[in-house]
T-cell receptor, first 115, second 116 residues
Framework: NAGVMQNPRHLVRRRGQEARLRCSPM?????VYWYRQLPEEGLKFMVY????????ESGMPKERFSAEFPKEGPSILRIQQVVRGDSAAYFC?????????????FGPGTRLTVL | AQTVTQSQPEMSVQEAETVTLSCTYD???????LFWYKQPPSRQMILVIR??????QNATENRFSVNFQKAAKSFSLKISDSQLGDAAMYFC?????????????FGTGTSLTVIP
């Protein structure tokens, strides 16, 4: 059973460009979470999605950031008009259900560098 | 909001020795889950151990065990017989068991070095 897949693993963008980060959850998992890890910090929650629905986006910046989890295909985290402060590692996690006993499994992350 | 504090930015341990990583948290909830994750240089987040707050018994996974003190809101990780492969960043995390259980709250991490 393949784990959580994220691609690309590394992404370089110039200021003002768009970044698209993809996450394929583990097989059988319908809950996806995105986290951001700034240098020297722990992971910070951004958004929680189920298929075709955003459930909790309390950690998402109000502008330039959006996320989706379509019926078919991976979850996408989209950052428009990137700035240097967006440089970070972005982690996706998935779980089978929301139950607290159900562990979130993390992908390897996408390291975004904004020049 | 819940907060998780790891007061040891860096720790080191001699190979085969035991080391304890500290974690405290702040919450007004009574039911929640606590986790330790390991992040090696590959940056993959790997679950090490999990504790349910309603359980008094401390969780154990092979060489890894926790000391969960609910009243003190403390959740330390003990690594016994340390191995070179244990070298990594270790993150303590909290997750609510209630309706707010969508997300983990992570500490800032402890970098563990294992000395051969």
């Amino acid at each position: 059973n393949a784990g959580v897949m994220q691609n690309p693993r590394h992404l370089v963008r110039r200021r003002g460009q768009e970044a698209r980060l993809r996450c394929s959850p583990m097989k059988g998992h319908s809950h996806v979470y995105w986290y951001r890890q700034l240098p020297e910090e722990g992971l910070k929650f951004m958004v929680y999605l189920q298929k075709e629905n955003i459930i909790d986006e309390s950690g998402m910046p109000k502008e330039r950031f959006s996320a989706e989890f379509p019926k078919e295909g991976p979850s996408i985290l989209r950052i428009q008009q990137v700035v240097r402060g967006d440089s970070a590692a972005y982690f996706c996690a998935s779980s089978r259900s929301l139950a607290g006993t159900d562990t979130q499994y993390f992908g390897p992350g996408t390291r975004l560098t904004v020049l | 909001a819940q907060t998780v504090t790891q007061s040891q930015p860096e720790m080191s341990v001699q190979e085969a020795e035991t080391v304890t990583l500290s974690c405290t948290y702040d919450t007004s909830e009574s039911d929640y889950y606590l986790f330790w994750y390991k992040q090696p240089p590959s940056r993959q987040m790997i679950l090490v151990i999990r504790q349910e707050a309603y359980k008094q018994q401390n969780a154990t996974e092979n060489r890894f065990s926790v000391n969960f003190q609910k009243a003190a809101k403390s959740f330390s990780l003990k690594i016994s017989d340390s191995q070179l492969g244990d070298a990594a960043m270790y993150f303590c995390a909290y997750r609510s068991a209630g309706s707010g259980g969508n997300q983990f709250y992570f500490g800032t991490g402890t970098s563990l070095t294992v000395i051969p």
